[in-house]
């Protein structure tokens, strides 16, 4: 790993989430609940070195799909600490014409794709990979989902032709909070046991905690050189960071707070 060590990247996730927190106080809108779920996996994957920067051409050499598309905001602090976001842009997020939209922008170098309705960004992800696979560019696909994507059908076809052809450039992430927007998982349509349905695919599958950073490098340090099509449950909590917020289905989308669980979140999110 070309990679800031392990420990700063802690202090990395708490500094993306008190910056976003501000960000959605200030602009009023976003989802807040699916983005610090998955902001550890996020810093990982970019901060640790996972996905490759070319720093001369200032791109990245491997592609990430963020699949829950309310969540692309996660990436907006990590893109600009790479350079690929400007600071007036980051400044005008939430303002008329900006550049920042709740559901991304492919006019943002590193975004590739951007998704509204779940379930269409492993199918994207290995037709990517599948070309990259066959004219054997070095060049891998990271795909995020949440289990909300697991509801769809597309979703099992995607894996079922990503296995198929043993796409071992193709890494998929699946979110799971354990919370939709209608309510838990369970209460909705029950997925468990997700690892089993995964691995009865014939995918290999690992478990690990979505916000312990040693967990998800030893994930993706095992699997770098796998020759087969690999997904990381990452088992996470919505609106991780603040009890206000967190395990709250109705923080999917920004709420309004009063002044006092405004302290209470920044104190929260500083420790």
């Known amino acids: 790993m070309n990679s800031i060590k392990k420990n700063n990247l802690n202090d990395l996730t708490k500094k993306y989430r008190k910056e976003l927190f501000e960000k959605f106080l200030l602009i009023k809108q976003g989802h807040p609940g699916s983005i610090f779920s998955m902001m550890e996996m996020m810093v990982t994957l970019y901060h640790g070195g996972y996905v490759r920067f070319d720093s001369k051409n200032q791109r990245f050499i491997d592609k990430v799909m963020i699949s829950k598309g309310h969540a692309t905001a996660t990436l907006y602090p990590i893109l600009r600490d790479f350079g690929l976001i400007k600071k007036e842009d980051w400044e005008n997020w939430g303002k008329e014409n900006s550049l920042l939209k709740v559901f991304g922008n492919i ?15 492993i199918g ?102 796998s020759k087969k099509l690999n997904c990381i449950l990452a088992n996470t909590i919505k609106g991780k960071g603040s009890s206000i917020m967190e395990n709250k289905k109705n923080w999917h989308y920004w709420n309004q707070m009063s002044d006092d669980e405004i302290k209470k979140t920044r104190l929260e999110l500083d420790n």
């Open 107 to 121: 006019d943002i170098p590193g975004i590739d794709i951007t998704s509204g309705s779940l379930g269409h960004c």
């Open 124 to 225: 994207a992800g290995s037709g990517m990979a599948l070309h990259y696979k066959r004219r054997k560019i070095d060049k891998k696909v990271f795909v995020v989902i949440s289990e909300g994507e697991l509801y769809e059908g597309s979703t099992w076809e995607a894996l079922l032709f990503a296995k198929h052809h043993e796409l071992e450039n193709l890494i998929i992430f699946i979110d799971i909070n354990s919370l939709i927007i209608l309510g838990t998982t369970n209460e909705c349509l029950k997925l468990d046991p997700i690892e089993n349905k995964i691995k009865g695919l014939g995918i290999e599958c690992a478990k690990v905690n979505g916000h312990d950073i040693k967990q998800i490098s030893a994930a993706l340090d095992k699997i770098e050189n």
